[in-house]
């Protein structure tokens, strides 16, 4: 009697670094993942597929969200998910030559996935490494949509130096400050880092401020006429907003992130909410990003990081 081979289903990621930067940004807060493929719509309105994942540490403080545009896809079924261990992956990606194309694949309903890379221009050699899957833990926690007012350009090689060098004298917090003056009809701002431990490290930008007229909500920008900001007193500024966070987990999602061409971070916050830190992948219409949430800390209360859950807006 003949038997027939199970189909086979595969996504291809024509650019490596977008795939492995994914994996880096999660590899950190969980030791496994469920990756889904979903057919979400991009910025032009057209359905894509997307490898998509959602996952929050067991403490539920922090969640990273991923959304990665898939370039080629063959066979996918509805509800497509498997799970796998994140470091493993990472190390299979980490095999991967500059110039590779990924593939991830595997049968329908089997128990096995295989990454495989090779150029499209020389088929003289590739590299497959071959995973099992697991079982999902329960990460897949969702926490609510929240709705901010102001929203930040974050320098993202500023960001990595200030969290490397807090790693550096053992600081284990970082606070993050917005504050704003008004003169003459234009609106300065500045954000600044601070990490404490056992010296001080204070990182400051100088900003613009776009007020968006249809919501009130605020759009914070990085100024480059430095001249502007002479008269600039930091004491006479009003803050508007003023977080403490774990650096830890800050620390593991940002030197994930790669440096140049795409240096910035869109920081969305308000009060007592947790950050929300989004890195754009690739061009805007793919509209692929990862996205991390942090809940605060309670600098008054021991220093305790707040459940995602209990924040509701």
Same mark, same amino acid.
């Given at each position: 009697?003949?038997?027939?081979?199970?189909?086979?289903? =595969?996504?291809?990621?024509?650019?490596?670094?977008?795939?492995?930067?994914?994996?880096?940004?999660?590899?950190?807060?969980?030791?496994?993942?469920?990756?889904?493929?979903?057919?979400?719509?991009?910025?032009?309105?057209?359905?894509?597929?997307?490898?998509?994942?959602?996952?929050?540490?067991?403490?539920?403080?922090?969640?990273?969200?991923?959304?990665?545009?898939?370039?080629?896809?063959?066979?996918?079924?509805?509800?497509?998910?498997?799970?796998?261990?994140?470091?493993?992956?990472?190390?299979?990606?980490?095999?991967?030559?500059?110039?590779?194309?990924?593939?991830?694949?595997?049968?329908? #309903?089997?128990?096995?996935?295989?990454?495989?890379?090779?150029?499209?221009?020389?088929?003289?050699?590739?590299?497959?490494?071959?995973?099992?899957?697991?079982?999902?833990?329960?990460?897949?926690?969702?926490?609510?949509?929240?709705?901010?007012?102001?929203?930040?350009?974050?320098?993202?090689?500023?960001?990595?130096?200030?969290?490397?060098?807090?790693?550096?004298?053992?600081?284990?917090?970082?606070?993050?400050?917005?504050?704003?003056?008004?003169?003459?009809?234009?609106?300065?701002?500045?954000?600044?880092?601070?990490?404490?431990?056992?010296?001080?490290?204070?990182?400051?930008?100088?900003?613009?401020?776009?007020?968006?007229?249809?919501?009130?909500?605020?759009?914070?920008?990085?100024?480059?006429?430095?001249?502007?900001?002479?008269?600039?007193?930091?004491? #006479?500024?009003?803050?508007?907003?003023?977080?403490?966070?774990?650096?830890?987990?800050?620390?593991?999602?940002?030197?994930?992130?790669? #440096?140049?061409?795409?240096?910035?971070?869109?920081?969305?916050?308000? =009060?007592?909410?947790?950050?929300?830190?989004?890195?754009?992948? #690739?061009?805007?219409?793919?509209?692929?990003?990862?996205?991390?949430?942090?809940?605060?800390?309670?600098?008054?209360?021991?220093?305790?990081?707040?459940?995602?859950?209990?924040?509701?807006?």
């Amino acid at each position: 009697m003949l038997t027939t081979t199970p189909e086979r289903w =595969k996504i291809l990621f024509h650019e490596p670094n977008s795939i492995r930067t994914v994996v880096s940004s999660v590899v950190g807060i969980m030791s496994r993942a469920e990756f889904q493929l979903k057919n979400l719509k991009k910025e032009d309105n057209t359905e894509h597929i997307y490898l998509c994942i959602d996952i929050t540490d067991m403490s539920r403080v922090c969640c990273v969200s991923a959304r990665l545009a898939v370039d080629e896809h063959c066979n996918i079924p509805e509800d497509l998910s498997f799970v796998l261990d994140l470091k493993e992956m990472l190390t299979a990606l980490k095999c991967m030559q500059p110039r590779y194309t990924v593939e991830i694949g595997g049968k329908i #309903g089997g128990h096995k996935i295989d990454i495989r890379g090779f150029d499209v221009s020389d088929r003289a050699r590739d590299t497959t490494i071959t995973m099992g899957t697991r079982i999902a833990e329960e990460t897949n926690f969702k926490p609510p949509i929240f709705e901010y007012k102001i929203q930040v350009e974050i320098d993202l090689n500023m960001l990595k130096a200030n969290l490397n060098n807090g790693k550096a004298i053992n600081s284990e917090l970082l606070k993050f400050q917005v504050k704003t003056e008004e003169k003459n009809e234009q609106k300065k701002c500045i954000t600044i880092f601070t990490c404490e431990g056992n010296s001080t490290i204070q990182d400051t930008m100088r900003c613009i401020t776009e007020k968006d007229p249809s919501d009130g909500s605020i759009r914070v920008k990085e100024c480059l006429d430095i001249s502007s900001y002479e008269d600039l007193d930091e004491d #006479g500024l009003e803050t508007v907003y003023e977080g403490t966070f774990s650096s830890a987990n800050l620390h593991h999602f940002v030197n994930a992130l790669p #440096g140049p061409p795409k240096s910035k971070l869109i920081a969305n916050i308000k =009060k007592k909410m947790p950050l929300c830190l989004t890195y754009l992948i #690739g061009d805007e219409v793919n509209c692929s990003y990862i996205k991390l949430l942090l809940a605060p800390r309670n600098v008054d209360e021991e220093e305790v990081d707040e459940p995602m859950e209990e924040f509701e807006e």
